[in-house]
């Protein structure tokens, strides 16, 4: 960079301050037993390939659907709504940002549990607003009364992201509760539930039914796509037409458009995959509480646990990493005692469990 490029002036200094966010390590060695970045193990939908194959590349001369219309449709008759409830955004993450530039002015703030998904901290510092943060139960669980009193007193936060079941602890939050919350905060929630289909229920008819909530989904973990960058939203058509109002002209591409409704012709796989992680993940959770690890519960594609006693999280991250096996470590305050590990294959967790079971012996 030229020494006028890297000028401070040159740059906001929200921007400057900011440490931005630090996505999960993405390896190119195929040997690595990769279980940090909650991706699906299984391949998606065989109807993803064939679509793939048969689009013409000549289409890729003219602009993609703005609107994302026809696949707007399928996930419409998915989620038994109409086509303006639904906004289709270049994954989840989109749809989180457009939020915070849709319902929170300047001198107002985000709000959102702690832990979280980092990402959030992040959009609100972009915007450079203020931050309502709510400490989670000592068992991350959701002090749902303490919230929404606290939000009472504080009439700046207008903006909540709520994510269930929650990253990086994989607890779900039951939907009567998710009700009572949204309804005592009298901004918007934004109900992220990107690991929804791994759980037992799911809270997209409270979007239909709440003018202040927008779920947000994506393909990325149960459709296995995670490198498609598609994720949508369900919600009020007031809402979902504010979001479009203000997304880039083009935001999915035209293949990717495509590929996500070849997912949406094939659930039944996906219910599949997912049913075979969540069998993979309550496996890996019992065999690590009989090892003496303490397991988050889970409704998630990943586990939370705390390692035993004679080790430390920071200390089996590395000593696993030494073993070519990747998972999640969290140096923050509430989060260093523990591991985030992706369900992987059932061959991927036997290879963890073998080498924790030594690590164990060892210790």
């Known amino acids: 960079m030229s020494e006028t490029g890297s000028q401070p002036g040159l740059i906001r200094s929200s921007v400057r301050a900011m440490q931005g966010y ?66 289709v955004g270049n994954g989840s993450d989109e749809v989180l940002a457009l939020c915070t530039r849709a319902f929170v002015e300047n001198h107002e703030k985000v709000g959102f ?26 068992d991350f669980s959701w002090p749902i009364d303490a919230a929404c009193e606290a939000l009472r007193a504080d009439e700046a936060c207008t903006l909540f992201f709520f994510t269930n079941p929650n990253a990086p602890t994989g607890r779900l939050c039951p939907r009567d509760e998710v009700r009572r919350f949204c309804e005592g905060f009298s901004g918007v929630v934004v109900v992220d539930e ?25 393909f990325s973990k149960s459709y296995s796509l995670a490198g498609l960058r598609v994720g949508y939203a369900i919600a009020g058509a ?54 003496g690890f303490s397991v988050c519960p889970s409704q998630a594609n990943f586990l939370f646990v705390e390692p035993p006693p004679h080790t430390t999280a920071q200390e089996m991250f590395e000593a696993l990493r030494t073993h070519r096996i990747l998972v999640r470590y969290f140096p923050g305050e509430r989060t260093k005692r523990f591991l985030r590990i992706t369900i992987g294959t059932d061959a991927d967790i036997d290879r963890l469990l073998e080498v924790v079971t030594a690590l164990c012996e060892e210790g």
Request: glycine share 2%.
């Open 113 to 138: 549990f702690d832990p979280t998904y980092s990402l959030y901290t992040v959009l609100a510092e972009i915007r450079d607003v203020g931050e309502h943060v709510v400490p989670l139960k000592a």
């Open 194 to 218: 990107a690991y929804v289909d791994f759980a037992d229920e799911c809270c997209d008819q409270l979007a239909l039914e709440c003018e202040n909530i927008i779920v947000a989904r994506t």
């Open 238 to 291: 007031p809402l979902v037409e504010a979001l479009y109002k203000i997304k880039d002209s083009y935001n999915v591409d035209g293949i990717a458009q495509q590929l996500a409704l070849a997912a949406i012709e094939d659930v039944e796989t996906m219910d599949r995959n997912a049913a075979r992680v969540v069998a993979t993940r309550k496996r890996l959770a019992a065999r690590l509480g009989k090892l």
């Open 22 to 87: 630090v996505p999960g390590e993405q390896p190119d060695d195929p040997s690595i037993v990769k279980l940090n970045t909650n991706e699906n193990p299984y391949p998606p939908s065989p109807k993803i390939a064939e679509r793939l194959a048969a689009i013409d590349a000549d289409t890729l001369t003219r602009y993609p659907d703005p609107v994302c219309r026809e696949l707007r449709e399928r996930l419409a008759e998915l989620h038994g709504c109409t086509v303006d409830n639904v906004f």
